[in-house]
C-alpha cells in the first residue's frame, strides 16, 4: 500500500465524516439537553437536501444562498418537532418520545416520497468538476467546499458552546440537568433553541452532501442510524465524542469499502459500536449514563 | 391479585377470542383476508414473547425483529440447503434465535439504564446488513426465494403438505397453534416463579437482589425464552411466504413490534393480542386507501397513541374499570397518614406475638437461639456471643480521590443489635453498601459466617442470609403487599420454571403464603394486605420494606436508617419490632442518626467519623468517649444528658 493511496482513503474519510459529524453533534446535543434520541433529525437531512435541490432547480437560486435557506427551515421545522411533539411528551420519558421521533421520522419520510417522488436526485455542484490535486490526491473544490462549511460550523458552535450564555447554560443542563434547573435555567425554552441548532445541523448536512451523495426520501432513515451509532460510540451528549466518532466511523467505512468489500463498509461501523458498547459502555468520551 | 370470578371471566375471555381465531377463516374466504389472519398470528407471537422483555421485566428491546429474521432465515436455509424436514428446521430456528439471545442478552444484561436498548437496536441493524452482505449464502438484497412448503407427519399416509398457495386456512391453523403455545407459556411464565422475579427486575432491580433474587441469570433467561419464540416465529412465517428478503426484519419492523406492544398495553395479559390485531388491520386497512399516505396517518397515528394512551389500550381499559368497581364508596387510597393508622402496626404486632420480653434486653449468653427467625429450625443453632457472625476487616472504599471508608475493622456477634452511628458523610451507609455487595471495597474483607463474602453479588449474600433495607422508602410501589412479601419469600420458593410450567406448584405456594402471612402479622401490616404499595401511609412503607426483608430470612439484618423521618412514638415502635426481631434469633446492624434512640435499645454502638471508626463500645462508654462528644458538638445536648 503505497503513501498515495493511504493519503487518498484519509481524505475520503475525513470527508464521508463531515456529514456524519454535522448531524451527530445536534444529536447529541439533543440527547445531552432534553434525554432524547431525536430520529426526526434524519428526515431533517433529507429535507435539506430536498430544499436545497428544488431552491437550485426550479427557483433558481444560487447554490450558496440554497444551503442557509435550507438550514432556516429545518432549523425551524425541528423547533416545531419539539414544540408541537416533545414537549407534550416530555412527561411520559424516554422510550415513549423514541417511538414519537420515529413517528415524525416516517411521517415526513411518506410526506415526501408523496410529494417529491421516489427518484434518486443529485443536486448540481456549482464547482462542476473542478479538483486539487496534490502528491496524486484528489479532492475536489466541492468536498473541499463541504470541509471548510463543516470545519467552520463546528468551531463555531464549539465557540458559542463555549462563550455565550446560551450555549454555556446547554452544557449546564447536559452535564447537571438537576442542578441546572435550580439555578433557574429553563430546560424546555433552551431544548427549543437546541432543536433549531440541531436541525439547522442536519439540514445542512443534507444540502452540503447532495451534489455528491444521491438521495432519495429513504436517505433520512440510513442518515440517522450512522449518526444515532456514532452518538453512541463517542458517548451519548459528549460533543467531542460525536466529531472523534464521526473521523473513527467514517475512516473505517472508507478502509473496508477500499480493502475488503463496499457491501460490507456499513457492516463495518456497526460491529464497531456493539465492540464499543460491550468494552466501555458509556462510548468513548462519554461519562457513565445508567 | 384478584382471583375467583374475575378469573374466571378473563378465561371465558380467551375461550371466546380463541373461538372467533378458530372460526375466523371460514368466515373470511378471500385469501388477502386470510393472508391476514396468518400475519396477524405471527405478530402475536412475536408481541407476546416481546412483552415478556418490556412489559414484563422493564426490558426494552428493540431489536426483536433480528431474532424473528435469525429463526426465519435458519429455518429456510436449513431446509433449503440441508434438506432437513420441517420440524427438525422449526427447532434449529428457536434454538439459534434463542443462542444469539444469549449470546447478546449475557454481556448487555450485566448493565442498566439505556444500554440494553442501544445493544438490541444495533444488534438488529447488524443482522439486516449481515443478512445483505452475505450473498453467497442468503442471495442478499435479492431475496431467498422457493422455500419448501412445512410438511406436517400424519399417523397414516404421507405427510401433510401445507402448500400455503393453494390453502391459507389449513396453515392459519398452524399459526394458530403457535399462538396458543406462546400465550400459554407466556402465562405460565407469569404466574411462576420466574414472573415474580421479573416483576421485581421491572420494579426495582437493586431491591430484588437484596431479597436474593439473581437478576442477571432471570434476565437472560427471560432475554432467551423471548427470543427463543421469536425465532419458532420466523420459522412459521418462512415456510408461509416461501420468500424471505433482509428489510423485512430491519429496525423498522422491530420498531413496529414495540409500538404494538405500547399500544395494546405493556404488560397487560390481552395486550400483546389486542394491540397486533388493530395495528396489523389498521395498516392493511391504511395501505389498501393509499400506500403513501397509510405512511403518514400511521405516523400519526403513533405519535396521538403515545399521547393519548401512553398505557396502552387494555392498560386504559383496566384503569377504568378499576374506577367504575371502586366506585364513590371507597375512593384510592388516601395518602393522608392518620394518627391511628401510624401506631396501628405495632398494636397489631404486639398482640400475635405477645412481646413479653422487656424490650431492649438480651437473652441470656449461652441461649440456643435458631439462627433464622422465620425458617422451620433447618438452619444451625448459633451461640450467642461466640464467633463473629459478621466482621469486616480493613474495609476501603475510594471514589477518586476522595475516601468514603477508610481501614475499617469491626465485628458483630450473634444476637446482637449494634447501631453504625456518626455524622452526615461518615460512610455509614458507604460501609452497608461494601458488606452487601452493592460496592466493590478498594480494599479489606467482609467475614460472614466465618466465610469470606468480599465482593460477592447481593443476592448471593440475601441467600446466605445477609439481607439489608434501604435509607430511601423502597417497596414495589406499584405491587400490592402481599405481593411484595412473595418477592421477599421468592428465594424460599422450590422448583421454579419447569414447575411453573407444569403446574406442580400448589403445596409450597400453600406453605409460602402462610409464611407471608406470619411476616404480615408479625410486622402489623396484615390488615393493609391487598393494597398497593405505594398507597400506604410513609410509616407503614417503611414497615413494608423491613417485613420484605425479614421475609428473606436473614441471619443478620443490616437496617439503613429504618427510623427516617419518624416521629419519636413511630422511632420506639419500629425499635421495639427490632427487639422482637432479635428475640427471634436475627442479629440486627442499623444505622441511625438518632443517637439518643440507638443508645437506648444497641448493645453496642460503633461510631464513624470521615470513613474511620472513632469509637467502639457499649452506649454508657461511647457516650462518656471525649472524642465522640467533640464531633457530635451539635449533640452535646444529647450526649450530656
Not at chain 2, 537 to 551: C, D, F, K
Request: net charge positive; hydrophobic share 50%; proline share 4%.
Amino acid at each position: 500500500m503505497d503513501l498515495t493511496t493511504v493519503l487518498q482513503f484519509a481524505v475520503n474519510g475525513v470527508f464521508i465524516s463531515a456529514a456524519y459529524a454535522l448531524v451527530a453533534l445536534g444529536l447529541t446535543l439533543i440527547f445531552g439537553v432534553l434525554h432524547i434520541a431525536d430520529f426526526a433529525q434524519g428526515a431533517l437531512y433529507m429535507l435539506g437536501a430536498y430544499v436545497s435541490f428544488y431552491a437550485t432547480q426550479s427557483l433558481g437560486l444560487s447554490y450558496f444562498v440554497s444551503v442557509p435557506v435550507a438550514m432556516g427551515l429545518t432549523g425551524a421545522l425541528a423547533t416545531l418537532n419539539g414544540a408541537l411533539v416533545y414537549r407534550p411528551l416530555q412527561r411520559h420519558g424516554g422510550a415513549l418520545t423514541f417511538i414519537a421521533a420515529l413517528g415524525i421520522l416516517l411521517i415526513l419520510q411518506n410526506l415526501a416520497l408523496w410529494l417529491f417522488g421516489g427518484d434518486f436526485r443529485l443536486i448540481a455542484s456549482p464547482f462542476k468538476d473542478g479538483k486539487i490535486i496534490a502528491w496524486g490526491v484528489v479532492l475536489t473544490h466541492h468536498q473541499a467546499f463541504v470541509l471548510g462549511v463543516t470545519a467552520l460550523l463546528l468551531v463555531g458552535v464549539w465557540l458559542g458552546l463555549r462563550y455565550t450564555k446560551p450555549g454555556k447554560a446547554v452544557r449546564a443542563v447536559a452535564q447537571q440537568s438537576e442542578a441546572a434547573r435550580l439555578v433557574g435555567i429553563d430546560s424546555m425554552r433552551l431544548g427549543l433553541a437546541t432543536f433549531a441548532l440541531a436541525g439547522a445541523l442536519a439540514g445542512g448536512a443534507g444540502a452540503l452532501m447532495s451534489p455528491i451523495r444521491a438521495f432519495d426520501p429513504h436517505i433520512g432513515a440510513i442518515v440517522i442510524l450512522k449518526s444515532f451509532a456514532i452518538v453512541i460510540f463517542g458517548g451519548m451528549g459528549s460533543i467531542p465524542g460525536a466529531i472523534v466518532g464521526a473521523l473513527v466511523v467514517g475512516m473505517a467505512e472508507t478502509l473496508t469499502a477500499g480493502y475488503v468489500a463496499a457491501e460490507f463498509a456499513d457492516l463495518v461501523s456497526f460491529a464497531l459500536m456493539i465492540v464499543i458498547l460491550f468494552a466501555r459502555p458509556q462510548g468513548l468520551l462519554g461519562r457513565a449514563w445508567a | 391479585m384478584v382471583r375467583g370470578g374475575l378469573f374466571s371471566a378473563s378465561r371465558a375471555g380467551w375461550l371466546a377470542a380463541l373461538a372467533i381465531a378458530v372460526v375466523a377463516p371460514l368466515v373470511v374466504r378471500s385469501p388477502a383476508y386470510q393472508n391476514l389472519l396468518v400475519v396477524t398470528g405471527v405478530n402475536v407471537m412475536l408481541v407476546a414473547s416481546l412483552d415478556l422483555l418490556i412489559g414484563q421485566s422493564g426490558l426494552l428491546s428493540l431489536g426483536h425483529a433480528a431474532f424473528w429474521g435469525i429463526g426465519a432465515y435458519t429455518s429456510a436455509l436449513l431446509s433449503l440447503r440441508a434438506g432437513v424436514p420441517f420440524v427438525v428446521a422449526m427447532l434449529g430456528a428457536i434454538v439459534a434465535a434463542a443462542l444469539c439471545g444469549v449470546v447478546i442478552g449475557y454481556p448487555s444484561l450485566r448493565l442498566r439504564g439505556h444500554y440494553f436498548v442501544l445493544v438490541t437496536f444495533i444488534f438488529g441493524i447488524i443482522v439486516t446488513l449481515l443478512l445483505t452482505s452475505l450473498v453467497t449464502v442468503t442471495r442478499g438484497p435479492m431475496g431467498l426465494p422457493g422455500i419448501p412448503f412445512a410438511t406436517v407427519p400424519r399417523l397414516w399416509g404421507p405427510p401433510l403438505v401445507l402448500n400455503t398457495f393453494q390453502n391459507k386456512a389449513g396453515y392459519y391453523y398452524l399459526v394458530l397453534g403457535g399462538v396458543v403455545l406462546t400465550l400459554w407459556l407466556r402465562g405460565r411464565v407469569v404466574k411462576s416463579r420466574m414472573g415474580r422475579a421479573l416483576v421485581a427486575i421491572r420494579e426495582d432491580e437493586d431491591l430484588g437482589r437484596t431479597v436474593g433474587i439473581g437478576t442477571h441469570g432471570y434476565k437472560v433467561g427471560v432475554f432467551a425464552l423471548s427470543t427463543g419464540i421469536a425465532g419458532l416465529a420466523g420459522s412459521l412465517y418462512a415456510h408461509y411466504t416461501t420468500f424471505l428478503a433482509p428489510e423485512i426484519f430491519d429496525f423498522v419492523a422491530s420498531f413496529d413490534l414495540f409500538v404494538m406492544n405500547l399500544v395494546g398495553g405493556a404488560g397487560t395479559a390481552a395486550g400483546p393480542v389486542v394491540g397486533p390485531v388493530l395495528l396489523t388491520v389498521i395498516r392493511d386497512l391504511l395501505r389498501a386507501v393509499h400506500p403513501v399516505l397509510a405512511g403518514i396517518l400511521f405516523g400519526m397515528f403513533l405519535i396521538a397513541a403515545i399521547a393519548f394512551l401512553p398505557e396502552g389500550l387494555v392498560g386504559r381499559w383496566q384503569k377504568v374499570l378499576a374506577s367504575w368497581r371502586r366506585g364513590a364508596k371507597d375512593p384510592r387510597g388516601s395518602f393522608v397518614r392518620t394518627g391511628r393508622e401510624s401506631v396501628a402496626w405495632d398494636a397489631h404486632g404486639g398482640e400475635v406475638f405477645g412481646a413479653t420480653r422487656e424490650v431492649g434486653k438480651r437473652p441470656a449468653a449461652g441461649q440456643g437461639v435458631k439462627g433464622s427467625a422465620f425458617a422451620d429450625g433447618q438452619t444451625a443453632l448459633l451461640e450467642w456471643g461466640e464467633t463473629p457472625v459478621l466482621a469486616v476487616e480493613g474495609l476501603t472504599r475510594n471514589f477518586g480521590g476522595f475516601r468514603a471508608v477508610s481501614n475499617l475493622s469491626f465485628e458483630v456477634f450473634a444476637g446482637e443489635i449494634v447501631g453504625l452511628v456518626g455524622p452526615n458523610g461518615a460512610g455509614k451507609t458507604t460501609t452497608f453498601n461494601l458488606i452487601t455487595g452493592f460496592l466493590r471495597p478498594t480494599a479489606g474483607r467482609v467475614w460472614f459466617k466465618g466465610q469470606d463474602v468480599t465482593g460477592m453479588p447481593p443476592h448471593e449474600l440475601a441467600r446466605r442470609g445477609l439481607v439489608r433495607t434501604f435509607q430511601q422508602t423502597r417497596v414495589f410501589g406499584r405491587l400490592t403487599v402481599m405481593d411484595n412479601l412473595r418477592l421477599g419469600v421468592h428465594r424460599h420458593e422450590p422448583g421454579g420454571l419447569r414447575r411453573g410450567l407444569l403446574g406442580l406448584n400448589v403445596e409450597e405456594e400453600a406453605a409460602l403464603e402462610r409464611r407471608v402471612q406470619e411476616v404480615l402479622e408479625f410486622t402489623g401490616l396484615w390488615h393493609q394486605r391487598d393494597r398497593r404499595a405505594e398507597e400506604l401511609p410513609y410509616g407503614e412503607q417503611r414497615m413494608l420494606g423491613i417485613a420484605v426483608a425479614l421475609a428473606v430470612e436473614p441471619e443478620v439484618l443490616l437496617l439503613d436508617e429504618p427510623l427516617a423521618g419518624m416521629n419519636p412514638a413511630e422511632a420506639d415502635a419500629t425499635m421495639a419490632l427490632v427487639c422482637r426481631v432479635r428475640e427471634r434469633g436475627v442479629t440486627v446492624v442499623l444505622i441511625d442518626h438518632h443517637m439518643e434512640t440507638l443508645m437506648r435499645y444497641c448493645d453496642r454502638l460503633i461510631v464513624l467519623h470521615h470513613g474511620e471508626k472513632l469509637a467502639e463500645g457499649c452506649p454508657a462508654d461511647v457516650r462518656a468517649n471525649p472524642e465522640v462528644v467533640r464531633v457530635y458538638l451539635g449533640d452535646e445536648a444529647v450526649l450530656a444528658r
